[in-house]
């Protein structure tokens, strides 16, 4: 018998190459988060349980040089990524076209979502304390699982329904922004800053 696995939903995990570079982006991270009220008052009429600077800034590189210097780290990540998945660039390119803050403390979570016009979504995590929230990625064909048999105990994670990952300070998570998940409730009383972005292909 032959089993033939078919379309692939791929996370690219790697690492900040300088603990210099993590450092720069905690001082920048807060300095955005002090003198930014439009993020606040944004995140008390949403009722989002920490800080973001998703809808109020859109120039992070352009007010701190650790956020420009993230998008050079990001850049050759994303190509890397684009490659894994044999996409075609041809003439065109992959560009950052947005670069956000997101601070949660004890109880911050984020409900499933997805990045729309976006081919690259992803998180650098700047600092995560032990009990920090997990990120949890969702199988694209749930919906069509309506009247699947529980799995095993002990499936291996190819089969699993969901899956989550304990990210570390330092790490970088890329996948693609068509991909549903959320960010668990942190346990954790002290800050959990992460720097999520999207990727656009551009002809």
Known sequence: MTQIS???????????????LLDE??????????????GHD???????PGYTSYASLDDLP?????FADLVDVLDGHAA?????????????KLQCDSLWINILGEGGHHSGHIHPNSVISGTCYVAIPDG???????????????????????????SQR???????????????SWLRHEVMASQSEEARISISFNYAFVD
């Not at 352009?62 to 650790?66: D, I, Q, S």
Request: hydrophobic residues 45%; charged residues 25%.
């Open 25 to 38: 982006l905690v001082e920048a991270a807060w300095m955005i988060e002090d003198g930014d009220q439009a």
């Open 162 to 176: 969901f899956h989550y990952v304990s990210p570390r300070t330092g790490d970088i998570l890329m996948w693609e």
């Open 132 to 158: 920090a929230g997990r990120i949890k990625f969702e199988d694209p064909r749930l919906p069509m699982l309506m009247a699947a048999p529980p799995l095993k105990e002990g499936a291996p994670a190819v």
């Open 42 to 48: 944004w995140c008390d009429r949403e009722g989002y």
């Open 80 to 92: 890397a990524f684009a490659d894994a998945q044999h996409w075609d660039i041809g003439s065109g």
């Open 62 to 66: 352009n007010r701190a040089p650790a």
């Open 6 to 20: 078919l379309f692939a939903t791929n996370i690219h995990q790697t690492r900040l190459p300088e603990r210099a």
